[in-house]
C-alpha cells in the first residue's frame, strides 16, 4: 500500500516497484492505453447511499490505476488499485490505503476498464464509494468511450498464468490455469427456482465484455433488504440499479425484468473480471469459478504472486485474444472436472 502522501509524479515509479517486470528484448507491438480526456459522473453508492461525483483522468505509461479521495483533507489520498490494496471483501471490494482512506465497491468500474483496455488512470471521487449508476459496468464503458481512448509510448504487458493457481472454500472454488488468452468460466448455484444453476463460458475482448457482459447487474431478494440495511449496506440500493428477486423467490420484481436470460451469472462474471484486473496487468489464463465471490478472487490473486513460479510478465501479442469456438468447448470446466 501507499501513503496519502504520494505524487502524481511519483506513480510511474511507484507502479514499477510494485510491480516487478521482466520484459524480453524484443517490442510488443500493442501499447498501453488511456484516456484521452477526463470524464464524470453522479450516482450514489450502492452500500453507503452516498451521493458522489466521480472524475476519470488520464495517466501517465506505467502509472496503473489509481483512487484519489479529493475530499479527504491535505489534498487527497492516492489508493492504489490493486489487490493488495484490498481491505474489505464483504458484497464488495474495497481498496485502502495505509492510514485507512478507503474506497467502496470498485469492482464494476474495474471491469469496464479491463473490458475497454484501459491500463493507466486517475480517478478523483469526493466519498467512500464508485457510484453504482444502473448496477452494472455498461455506465462505465460509456464514460471511457465518451472520454475517447489513446494509445501510449509504452508497451502493454501481461501476467502469464505459467500453472494451476486455486482456492478452495468448502463447496467454493476460484482457480486459475494457463491460457494464452483472457477467458472466464463462472458457474453458480442457489437454491432458488427462478436462479438455481447457471453456467457462463466468455473469451473476453473489448466486444465480447461490452456484448455478453457489461449490462449485467448486481442481484439481490426482496426479503434481505431489511437485514442488508439493518448491517449498514445495501442504503442506496433500489429497482434503478439492482435485479430484486421477489420474497418467494419465483420473479423478478423490475418491470424492466432481466437483461440477459442468465444475467445473474454473467453478473458474477463481471465482478470477477473486475476483481482479477486488481492484479495491476491484464491476465493471460482461464479462470474458473464455483460459486466464488470478492473474497475468494482476492485470496487467488494473493496466492498467485506469492508464488513466483506461477507466473511472469510477457509482452501483450494480441488485444483480442480470440480462440476458435471448438477449443473454447473443450476448454469449459464442469463441476466434476476439478473435484
Known amino acids: 500500500m501507499f501513503d496519502t502522501g504520494t505524487s502524481l509524479e511519483t506513480l510511474p515509479t511507484l507502479a514499477s516497484e510494485a510491480f516487478e517486470r521482466h520484459l524480453p528484448p524484443a517490442v510488443p507491438a500493442v501499447r498501453q492505453r488511456t484516456l484521452k480526456s477526463s470524464i464524470s459522473c453522479t450516482g450514489v453508492g450502492l452500500h453507503s447511499g452516498t451521493k458522489i461525483t466521480m472524475t ?40 485502502s490505503d495505509a492510514s485507512g482512506v478507503s474506497v467502496h465497491t470498485i469492482e464494476h468500474l474495474m471491469a469496464a476498464l479491463a473490458g475497454m483496455s484501459i491500463d493507466n488512470a486517475v480517478i478523483d471521487i469526493n466519498g467512500p464509494e464508485v ?16 472520454a ?11 501476467i502469464k498464468v505459467l500453472k494451476r493457481v486455486a482456492i478452495e472454500d468448502g463447496d467454493k472454488l476460484a482457480m486459475l490455469t494457463p491460457d494464452h488468452c483472457f477467458s472466464v468460466n463462472v458457474e453458480i448455484n442457489f437454491a432458488n427456482p427462478l436462479i438455481g ?29 431489511a437485514a442488508l440495511r439493518a448491517a449498514g449496506l445495501a442504503k442506496g440500493g433500489s429497482l434503478d440499479n439492482a435485479v430484486v428477486i421477489s420474497s418467494d423467490g419465483r420473479q423478478v420484481v423490475n418491470d424492466e425484468g432481466l437483461r440477459y436470460e442468465d444475467e445473474f ?23 474458473y469459478g464455483l460459486r466464488t465471490g470478492h473474497g475468494l478472487n482476492n485470496r487467488l490473486l494473493a496466492t498467485l ?5 506461477a ?21 469449459r470446466l464442469p463441476a466434476a472436472a476439478i473435484a
Not at 457510484?131 to 465518451?146: I, K, Q, R, T, W
Not at 454473467?266 to 496487468?281: C, Q
Request: aromatic share 8%; proline share 6%; net charge neutral.
Open 305 to 309: 504472486f506469492a508464488d513466483r513460479s
Open 56 to 95: 476519470l483522468h488520464p495517466a501517465a505509461p506505467d502509472s496503473g490505476i489509481f483512487f484519489r479521495r479529493v475530499d479527504i483533507a491535505g489534498g487527497g489520498a492516492l489508493i492504489p488499485a490493486h489487490w493488495a490494496s484490498v481491505s474489505d471483501t464483504r458484497l464488495n471490494t474495497c481498496v
Open 311 to 331: 507466473w511472469t510478465v510477457v509482452p501483450m501479442e494480441s488485444r483480442e485474444g480470440r480462440i476458435p469456438a471448438a477449443a473454447a468447448a473443450s476448454r
Open 197 to 225: 444453476r447457471q453456467d457462463c463460458w466468455l473469451t473476453m475482448n473489448g466486444q465480447s465484455f461490452k456484448s455478453e457482459v457489461s449490462r449485467a447487474r448486481t442481484f439481490g431478494f426482496e426479503h434481505e433488504v
Open 265 to 287: 451469472v454473467r453478473h458474477k462474471v463481471l465482478d470477477a473480471v473486475g476483481d482479477l484486473y486488481l492484479a495491476g496487468a491484464p491476465l493471460l489464463a482461464h479462470f
Open 148 to 158: 475517447g481512448v489513446v494509445e501510449q509510448a509504452a508497451p502493454r504487458c501481461a
Open 131 to 146: 457510484p453504482v449508476m444502473d448496477g452494472s459496468a455498461a455506465p462505465f464503458v460509456f464514460l471511457v468511450e465518451c
